[in-house]
C-alpha cells in the first residue's frame, strides 16, 4: 500500500502558486519523499526529490517539515499545462521501484 | 535521464490471444520495472527485471499470465498471455539508470481487448 496521503483534487488559477500537500506520516529515516506528475494519456514525469532539505528546481519547490512527516510541492506560477495528477511517493532510492498512491488531481484554470 | 522507447503504443486485440510488450532503453540499466494502468486509476507494479535472473512479481500477478523477459541491460519485453477484457490498460515500463535516484517512465503501451 501507498504510505502518503495527498487530496484526492485541488484547483487553482493560472499564474497563481499551486501548492499541494502530502501526508508521510510513517516515513522512514532513509526515504526520500518523490513527485511525478501524469499528464493525460502519458508516461509518469519527474518533478523533484528530497530527503530532509527543501529543494528546487526548475520545475517546483519541495518543502519538507522538520519531523519530515509531510510535506509540500509547490509550482509558483501554474499554467493550463500543469493539469495533472501529481502523486507523492516515499522511497529508498537504491534499487526500489515507486509504489504509487491515488495522486492529487490539480486542474488548472485561466 | 535515459530515453525509453515502447512498442507498441497502442493494440487492439481479441480475446483469448496473447501480446508482447517491448521496452527499450538508450543506455544500458540494472532495474527495469513494469507498471499496469487500469482505466481511471493509479498505477500498479507488475514485476521487477533484473537482467541475468528472474523477474520478481508483486502480488496479483503471475508469470504464467504476465512473462517478463530481459535478455540484456538495454531491452525487456512483457507478455500478456490469453487475455480478456479486463486485461485492457496502459502498460509501462520504468527504467532505474546505475547510480540515478530517480527513475525514468516509457509513454506507455495502451492495450484494448476486445
Known amino acids: 500500500d501507498a504510505k502518503t496521503t495527498q487530496p484526492p483534487s485541488m484547483d487553482c488559477a493560472e499564474g497563481r502558486a499551486a501548492n499541494l500537500p502530502c501526508n508521510h506520516s510513517t516515513i522512514s529515516g532513509n526515504e526520500y519523499v518523490y513527485w511525478y506528475r501524469q499528464i493525460h494519456s502519458q508516461g509518469p514525469q519527474y518533478i523533484i526529490h528530497?530527503?530532509?532539505n527543501n529543494e528546487t528546481n526548475e520545475m517546483a519547490s519541495l518543502i519538507i517539515t522538520e519531523d519530515r512527516k509531510s510535506s509540500t510541492l509547490i509550482l509558483p506560477h501554474a499554467t493550463l499545462r500543469d493539469t495533472a495528477v501529481y502523486y507523492c511517493i516515499v522511497r529508498v532510492p537504491a534499487g526500489t521501484a515507486l509504489i504509487f498512491g491515488k495522486g492529487t488531481t490539480l486542474s488548472v484554470s485561466s | 535521464s535515459a530515453v525509453i522507447s515502447q512498442k507498441p503504443s497502442r493494440d487492439i486485440c481479441q480475446r483469448g490471444t496473447s501480446l508482447t510488450i517491448q521496452c527499450q532503453v538508450d543506455?544500458?540499466?540494472?532495474?527495469m520495472f513494469w507498471y499496469r494502468q487500469q482505466p481511471g486509476q493509479s498505477l500498479t507494479l507488475i514485476a521487477t527485471?533484473?537482467?541475468?535472473?528472474?523477474?520478481?512479481?508483486e502480488s496479483g500477478f503471475v508469470i504464467d499470465k504476465f512473462p517478463i523477459s530481459r535478455p540484456n541491460l538495454t531491452f525487456s519485453t512483457l507478455t500478456v498471455s490469453n487475455m480478456s477484457p479486463e486485461d485492457s490498460s496502459i502498460y509501462l515500463c520504468?527504467?532505474?539508470?546505475?547510480?540515478?535516484?530517480?527513475?525514468?517512465f516509457g509513454a506507455g503501451s495502451r492495450l484494448t481487448v476486445l
Open positions: 528530497g530527503l530532509k
Open positions: 527485471a533484473n537482467q541475468g535472473s528472474e523477474a520478481t512479481y
Open positions: 520504468s527504467v532505474a539508470p546505475s547510480g540515478a535516484n530517480v527513475l525514468t
Open positions: 543506455s544500458q540499466v540494472t532495474m
